[in-house]
């Protein structure tokens, strides 16, 4: 599966606050504490809820369930998705449709997200897990990598960083689309929890030294 690291964040792009305020374009658009609150994933990620009879967005709901979950070092407060449209990203497929969307990943010790070389390592461990998942010959689910800068208001405002996934996928019929995308997120799912290994490993050295 193709991971690839994404432009260094826009200096034009507002800092995010986490948590954020809710949105003033929509008032359905608001932070939900997730790791408080489990019920409220397949209830109010708004993108998804059009398309949830799809497999795809049942395994997105789990992957949000497990990032946010007792099992997890990591947590999410963002996702966007883009239902089955005419593909315009010619030069990453040839297939006749994509979907597109976002997931937004940080560390759950929140100072972790204020050093730039543990972000760092978070990036390039996501896409190496990410690559590894699958066949390397798969190119109709793609992922791509970057940071946007966040103040945590738990940490005094201090500026850091959380880990952008944006994620395509693509095919000929809108079902073939949400069967890519549906392989996609599980891949996720599985580089995710690679990566939360590794982070809990890190955690036993450290408490160990």
Not at 133 to 158: H, P
């Amino acid at each position: 599966m193709i991971a690839y690291k994404e432009s260094e964040y826009q200096p034009e792009i507002p800092i995010r606050v986490h948590p954020y305020l809710d949105a003033e374009y929509d008032e359905r658009v608001r932070y939900h504490n997730f790791r408080e609150t489990p019920e409220l994933i397949r209830e109010k990620l708004e993108d998804f809820k059009p398309f949830e009879p799809q497999q795809a967005v049942k395994t997105f709901y789990e992957l949000v369930e497990w990032i946010n979950g007792p099992e997890s070092e990591l947590e999410s407060n963002d996702c966007a998705f883009t239902g089955p449209k005419t593909n315009i990203s010619v030069n990453s497929s040839k297939k006749k449709m994509e979907c597109k969307g976002r997931l937004m990943v940080f560390f759950r010790r929140l100072p972790n997200n204020l050093n730039t070389d543990t972000m760092k390592w978070l990036l390039n461990a996501t896409g190496a897990y990410i690559e590894r998942t699958d066949e390397q010959t798969w190119q109709d689910g793609i992922v791509g990598l970057s940071f946007m800068k966040t103040a945590f208001a738990a940490l005094n405002n201090q500026i850091g960083e959380e880990l952008v996934l944006r994620f395509w996928a693509f095919g000929d019929t809108e079902q073939e689309v949400f069967d890519n995308l549906d392989r996609l997120f599980r891949n996720l799912l599985t580089a995710l929890e690679g990566v939360s290994k590794e982070v809990s490993k890190a955690l036993v050295r450290q408490s160990q030294s």
